[in-house]
């Protein structure tokens, strides 16, 4: 059913490197939430802090009632099961088939007998779409195919919370289209709460219920989608429209003569919220939400020709 994750004031600091601080936010149970943020902003940091590979400096991380923070290794070994994690490279074992790649957690983390786990191994294979490329090596198949395997890898003691650490680095349009497919299907059939943390633009504006922003060692804004797609607040609205005029700069922040020299330039109009992408067989998720209905509930205006499919052929580019 997925579970909720309520973040409050996480820190976190390497040496006397704040990468982030005061990091408060909730991931709803069974939604899917991005989070951006410029190159070096601490996204995988935050990924890993959530599945307690790093501990913070300070903060809870509420799951069930238990705080990650303060529990035993023992505890947190538990708590750890709930999640599953799609690696930046799908993290197979390179002279493994995909087959032992994928049965790999059954045989380490439970007493299943092979032939339970081969039927639970085929299931997942089916749910990415990997059906007969059993016997293959990491190596032999695309990368956008590694990253299935890796996920179904994710997938197969069944997690409550799925983390995807970029899961479209080095696939090209057609594959990042494919695999975004896939994480919608896949929310709605298993209904676990999923973070995805990506630099793709189109996919943090069309694949999730939810937005989050890290920027400038803090969490600038998380939310609906709606809220951050139709925000005015410049770095969110310069990030997520993918634009030169704002506060961020080629390395870090804009320095005064920077932004000084910028003053007079009037910002392009916010782009159309597209529609959110749907399953491929048009179920409704459990958790999505009506087009337009955060725009409604809060009195904001979309930009004009929001929601309408012409919005969908509109891709801002990244
Ligand atoms: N184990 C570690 N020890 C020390 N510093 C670290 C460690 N892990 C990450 N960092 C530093 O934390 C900062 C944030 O890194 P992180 O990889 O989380 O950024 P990111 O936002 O995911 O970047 P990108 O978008 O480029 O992948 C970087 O400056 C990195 O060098």
Redesign the pocket.
């Known amino acids: 059913m997925g579970v909720e994750i309520r973040v409050e004031g996480l820190t976190k600091s390497?040496g006397s490197?704040t990468?982030w601080q005061d990091v408060t936010l909730t991931l709803p149970a069974g939604e899917i939430s991005v989070m951006l943020?410029p190159?070096?902003?601490?996204?995988?940091?935050?990924l890993k802090t959530l599945v307690g590979l790093?501990k913070p400096d300070r903060g809870s991380i509420f799951i069930e009632g238990r705080d990650l923070v303060t529990l035993r290794e023992s505890d947190l070994y538990e708590i750890r099961k709930l999640f599953g994690v799609l690696f930046q490279d799908g993290a197979l074992f390179g002279s493994m088939s995909l087959y032992d790649n994928i049965a790999f957690p059954l045989r380490e983390h439970t007493r299943k007998s092979e032939s339970e786990i081969r039927q639970i191994v085929n299931e997942k294979f089916e749910l990415v779409g990997l059906q007969g490329a059993e016997d293959k090596l990491p190596g032999e198949i695309s990368g956008g195919m590694r990253k299935r395997a890796g996920l179904a890898r994710a997938l197969v003691l069944d997690p409550e919370i799925i983390l995807f650490d970029?899961p479209d680095s080095g696939l090209d349009p057609v594959r990042t289209a494919y695999l975004n497919q896939l994480i919608v299907d896949l929310n709605a059939q298993i209904d676990a709460t999923f973070l995805i943390?990506t630099?793709d633009i189109n996919t943090a504006r069309t694949v999730p219920d939810n937005i989050g922003l890290?920027y400038h060692r803090h969490l600038a804004m998380f939310g609906p989608r709606e809220m951050l797609l139709s925000s005015e607040e410049p770095v969110v609205r310069q990030f997520l429209n993918a634009q030169r005029i704002g506060p961020i700069g080629m390395s870090e922040e804009k320095d005064a003569d920077e932004l000084a020299a910028e003053s007079g330039q009037e910002l392009p109009p916010l782009p159309p919220i597209p529609m959110q992408l749907g399953t491929s067989d048009g179920t409704v998720r459990r958790h999505q939400r009506e087009p337009g209905g955060w725009c409604r509930d809060n009195g904001v205006t979309p930009p004009p020709r929001s929601f309408s499919d012409d919005s969908m052929s509109e891709p801002v580019a990244s």
């Open positions: 390497f490197q990468i943020g190159s070096g902003t601490g996204k995988s940091v935050f790093l970029e943390v630099h890290l």
